[in-house]
Nanobody, 115 residues
Framework: QVQLVESGGGLVQPGGSLRLSCAAS????????MRWYRQAPGKQRELVAG???????NYADSVKGRFTISRDNAKNTVYLQMNSLKLDDTAVYYC?????????WGQGTQVTVSS
């Protein structure tokens, strides 16, 4: 059982930055894919960014050029650096991991972009 704990959310003005962290309870070298999803009020959960064990990344079109996902295997942590934040980025952000046939979710962290 992999436990994922997100942190780093908060309130930020448009154009600002935040860095989210997802700390895993186990060695993430054994985790093939880690992703960030988000869910805004009244909307479906959507994929924001993903990173594979070899460091290959993918992003939603809406965040390309603004968000960067990275992983620190030594710290068992995945990060999401979010720059140039927009009002539409307001959501609960969830960390997600796949290991073998099992999927794991964190509890989420709120990001609110507001002036």
């Amino acid at each position: 059982q992999v436990q994922l704990v997100e942190s780093g959310g908060g309130l930020v003005q448009p154009g600002g930055s935040l860095r989210l962290s997802c700390a895993a309870s186990e060695n993430i070298n054994s985790i093939a894919v880690m992703r960030w999803y988000r869910q805004a009020p009244g909307k479906q959960r959507e994929l924001v960014a993903g990173i594979g064990s070899l460091g290959i990344t993918n992003y939603a079109d809406s965040v390309k050029g603004r968000f960067t996902i990275s992983r620190d295997n030594a710290k068992n942590t995945v990060y999401l650096q979010m720059n140039s934040l927009k009002l539409d980025d307001t959501a609960v952000y969830y960390c997600y991991a796949i290991r073998g046939l099992k999927q794991y979710w964190g509890q989420g962290t709120q990001v609110t972009v507001s002036s």
